[in-house]
Structure formats: structure tokens, C-alpha cells
């Protein structure tokens, strides 16, 4: 892939994570908090798209031959690469959503009444 079309894909995926997370209630500010984590995240969604299509023929487990004598079965390395991105890929989403949750845990732990009386006020009002 040419890198002007990884950064036009790159830039996609940033542009939809931001929305989805703005959708989740983050400000601005804390949007560029995570601007880095977002990088990163999206650049992990292509690779992963990638070598998804890489290892769509290949097969989990593949021969092998040291030279030593050694033959046999290992598993195949394109798969191994392909969990390792997934688990970072999966710690940087886990992340992203945990602070835009705990914004938003925040906010409604304002809204929430402290007392009977603040709930039957606010019921009152409405």
C-alpha cells in the first residue's frame, strides 16, 4: 500500500473514531486528549484490515524445516502478528472508551439526585 493512500485511509478512521466518540459525549477538549490514542488506534484498524486479507488463504498451522533435521508443525507467524496488533488494538479501544465513559460517569453523577428531596423536586418540576 502507498502511503498516500495509508494516510488518506488513516485519516478516515480518525475522522470516524472522533465522531463516534464526540456521539459518546467527549468534548473537545478531551478529544485532542486522545488524539495520539486515536492515531494509533486507527493506524492498528488498517493494519489489522491488511493483514486480514493477508492471512485469508493462509493457514493457522504450517510446516516446517530448520536444516538441523527438525521438521514439523508451528504456528504460522502471520497469525502470531495478527494477535499481537489485535490485543493492542483491542487496549487502545478499551482505553479510549474508558475515558470517554468516565466523562460521561461524571456527568450524570451531577445529574443524579444527593437526596428524596432533590428527586421529588426535580420530579416536581418536570
Given at each position: ?7 488518506a ?17 467527549a468534548?473537545e477538549e478531551?478529544i485532542?486528549?486522545?488524539l495520539?490514542?486515536i492515531?494509533?488506534v ?10 486480514s486479507d ?6 493457522v ?6 536444516g ?6 508451528r504456528?504460522n507467524?502471520h497469525?502470531?502478528g495478527?494477535?499481537?496488533?489485535w ?6 479501544m478499551t ?7 468516565a ?5 450524570s ?8 428531596i432533590q428527586?421529588?423536586r426535580?420530579?416536581?418540576e418536570a
Amino acid at each position: 500500500m502507498e502511503k498516500k493512500e495509508l494516510d488518506a485511509r488513516k485519516r478516515k478512521e480518525v475522522n470516524r473514531l472522533k465522531k463516534l466518540i464526540k456521539a459518546l459525549g467527549a468534548d473537545e477538549e478531551r478529544i485532542k486528549l486522545l488524539l495520539p490514542t486515536i492515531e494509533n488506534v486507527a493506524w492498528m484498524c488498517i493494519k489489522l484490515e491488511e493483514a486480514s486479507d493477508a492471512i485469508a488463504t493462509s493457514d493457522v498451522a504450517i510446516l516446517y524445516d530448520n536444516g538441523g533435521g527438525q521438521k514439523g508443525i508451528r504456528q504460522n507467524p502471520h497469525f502470531q502478528g495478527y494477535e499481537s496488533l489485535w490485543k493492542s488494538y483491542i487496549i487502545g479501544m478499551t482505553q479510549i472508551m474508558g475515558t470517554v465513559g468516565a466523562q460521561k460517569d461524571a456527568k450524570s453523577e451531577k445529574l443524579r439526585p444527593t437526596s428524596v428531596i432533590q428527586l421529588v423536586r426535580s420530579r416536581k418540576e418536570a
